[in-house]
């Protein structure tokens, strides 16, 4: 399961990308908006500008906003920068790699084996699912009702 603050975070980038063209947003509307913490939610901004996809305007008019467009913001780019590694296991991470302990071959590991498939599709998910498609679903799950 995701954290707090990567929840926090996808659900304050979706909005912002919804009202990109009225940004910069208040927190206070984003929170309010998607019933967030607002004082949890600064954090996860803050951490998301030191990222590099939203930036900050103070004084009147000021808030927060995207400075990357939705369709190259990833949930791959987001998780990782908020919790870590993808795979269940640490012996099956890309970037967060350490040896199993329980393990006696890593190479003949079945467990393994199969927690690295699960990561590999999830990332492959991950990768190529963006704000922007997050939009596009539920325009089109909308259209269904």
């Not at 659900?11 to 019933?35: D, T, W």
């Not at 030191?50 to 400075?67: A, D, E, H, Q, T």
């Amino acid at each position: 399961m995701l954290s707090k603050k990567a929840q926090y975070s996808i659900k304050a980038l979706v909005y912002l990308a919804k009202n990109h063209k009225r940004s910069p947003l208040l927190i206070s509307e984003i929170a309010e908006s998607e019933g967030l913490p607002q004082k949890f939610l600064e954090s996860a901004l803050l951490d998301l500008k030191r990222m590099g996809i939203v930036c900050s305007k103070k004084g009147k008019g000021g808030g927060y906003y995207l400075i990357k467009n939705p369709d190259n913001i990833t949930f791959a780019e987001i998780i990782r920068n908020f919790d870590g590694a993808i795979a269940l296991f640490p012996c099956a991470t890309f970037n967060y790699y350490e040896k199993c302990e329980h393990c006696k071959d890593e190479n003949t590991c079945g467990l393994r084996s199969i927690v690295k498939d699960i990561r590999d599709a999830t990332v492959k998910i991950l990768k190529t699912n963006t704000l922007a498609d997050v939009i596009k679903r539920e325009k089109k799950l909308s259209l269904k009702k």
